[in-house]
């Protein structure tokens, strides 16, 4: 079932990139370009950040995974460099940078509630997008509509942003989503709390390290059985890796079925309550 779902997901995240990039050559407004959260946010879109907001608290970070074509580019490029390497990925966990993440979106909010675009729009990942296709295809092929004084300016920004998109997302999949992408922060905290999310069987687990191996969000600490769901894109790629069938996407919690297993009191405690038994 989850491999389907995988191969949905790519599916509809393939369709999510294609059409936004044909809009941006052919000069039309798609209904995924009204659909990003920046674009809605900064047009008064209410409709859209609700929806959003909404998906994001139930269904966690679907936005990220599917919607967003800067970060399908980066699935792409993650793909890409496995087949040059010919390895198969190996990711593992990475302490999250909140600080990173939490300073890069201040910076957004208040430059604009200063009513400032350029740095929003630097680090929003669909502009960013938009601008790489703008300034590495449709001007090429002579159909941009962007003004001729901002050309090289344009074209210097795309370029640098191309090459940390490159340089980060070959060997380090998302973490571009997961540090600097404010819209991703934003997304993250809502997925805390989403009702449907990722969570480690922990009767089922035989710690192979399949899912940690292949999450691309590189939030899986698999000692502890954890996943960091503010990081998480809920790609499926651990459901689908996991041979024992330990990863799911479910609400709730997990509870553990052998007694042995359970977390124990402190120490303190047991020698007290033990010193009671035997009174």
Known sequence: MYRTFRILRIVISLLAMAVPTWALIAGYQSVFVRMQILTALISGAAVCLIFWAAVTLVYGRIY??????????MDCIGAASRLVRRR???????????RTRFIFLATAIALILAGGS????????????????????????GVAYAPMAYTLSSMAVAVVTALLVVAFAWKRGRIICNTVCPIGTVLGIGSRRAVFHMEIDPDRCINCGECERVCKAQCIKLPEKTIDRSRCVVCFNCTAACPSGAMNYKSGRYRLD????????????????EKQASE
């Open 64 to 73: 990220c995974s599917s919607v967003c074509p800067m970060g399908t580019l």
């Open 88 to 98: 198969r990925a190996n990711f593992r966990f990475c302490v999250p940078s909140e």
């Open 118 to 141: 350029l740095l929003p729009t630097l680090l929003d990942p669909y502009s960013a997008y938009s601008r790489m296709v703008e300034e590495f295809v449709a001007r090429p092929l």
């Open 258 to 273: 052998m007694p042995m297993m359970q977390p124990t009191v402190g120490a303190g405690m047991t020698q007290n309550i």
